[in-house]
């Protein structure tokens, strides 16, 4: 069975799907809505990754995880990723991300990580500019190459098995709900 993000980047493949022998551009609005179902893509798919991670997998759950991701924002997503989407992490949150047991400095983000945090800042950015500015031209090449990059992201994402991976994608979660703000003490 397909997970939501499946089914969406298959919907953004369609948007832009050739009949045989079409030729021309695209209607504008297949390759806008194309442009933002791939982003819409890769926001379920964080979500989904979210509250599996921190309500759990089960089935007898799925409730409450569609519950709990409903408090998750587009912005408090965008502001923890940006957080990690250099080769260092941000210092406000590097402690948090830190290993248990890795010494204290500078933390290298993952680079899966990485690559997911610019994809999605810019598929975030490409979505708002196909949803609401209209005058900004977007194209057929735009929406194949933001789909493609939304499926490689998450598949380097699902591909990312190892111990040190699962603990920094839970502490991530953690983060992205947290809307990428962490209280310090003084």
């Not at 799907?17 to 819409?40: D, F, K, M, N, V």
């Not at 502001?79 to 406000?92: C, E, F, P």
């Not at 598929?123 to 493609?148: G, N, P």
């Amino acid at each position: 069975m397909a997970t939501y993000d499946q089914e969406l980047l298959a919907a953004a493949r369609r948007l832009i799907a050739r009949r045989a022998g079409q030729r021309g551009a695209l209607p504008s609005a297949r390759t806008r809505r194309s442009i933002s179902t791939s982003y819409y893509a890769l926001f379920h798919f964080l979500l989904d990754e979210a509250g599996t991670r921190l309500i759990g997998s089960h089935n007898q759950l799925r409730s409450r995880r569609r519950i709990f991701v409903r408090t998750f924002t587009h912005a408090g997503i965008k502001v923890a990723l940006d957080k990690v989407r250099g080769t260092r992490i941000d210092s406000s949150v590097a402690d948090f991300l830190r290993q248990p047991g890795a010494p204290p400095g500078p933390v290298a983000s993952p680079g899966f990580v990485q690559n997911l945090a610019k994809v999605f800042s810019d598929a975030q950015a490409k979505r708002h500019d196909a949803d609401y500015d209209l005058s900004k031209a977007l194209s057929e090449a735009d929406a194949r190459l933001l789909r493609a990059r939304v499926k490689r992201v998450i598949a380097a994402w699902r591909s990312a098995t190892g111990t040190t991976a699962r603990d920094f994608k839970h502490a991530l979660c953690m983060l992205m709900l947290l809307k990428g703000q962490l209280r310090r003490e003084s």
